[in-house]
């Protein structure tokens, strides 16, 4: 269920720039392949989606910052991953 108060992570939102808007920051340096793209609103950070093999995203999320916007052409959507909903 969705809960109806705002997501409490929401205050860890800032006003970012990808710090790496080519692709995903560890994938580059690895030289692994990613499928789609999550930037880290909180500090700028791109990882890689979930379908990809690595999910730098998620594990960036689990270290450090919760909340992630896609980056993919015509999406904009916010996903929380402690909380696994949309906010
Ligand atoms: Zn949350
Ligand atoms: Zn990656
Ligand atoms: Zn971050």
Known sequence: MIPRIPD????????????TP??????LSLGTP??????CLSCGHV???????MRHARAHAT???PIVRSMELGEDWRWC???ETFV
């Open 81 to 83: 991953y402690p909380h």
């Open 63 to 65: 270290e450090l910052h």
């Open 47 to 53: 990882g890689c989606c979930d379908s990809s093999p």
């Open 22 to 27: 080519q692709g995903c920051e560890e994938c």
């Open 8 to 19: 409490p992570h929401l205050a860890l939102v800032r006003p970012v720039r990808a710090r």
């Open 34 to 39: 990613w499928v789609h793209l999550r930037l």
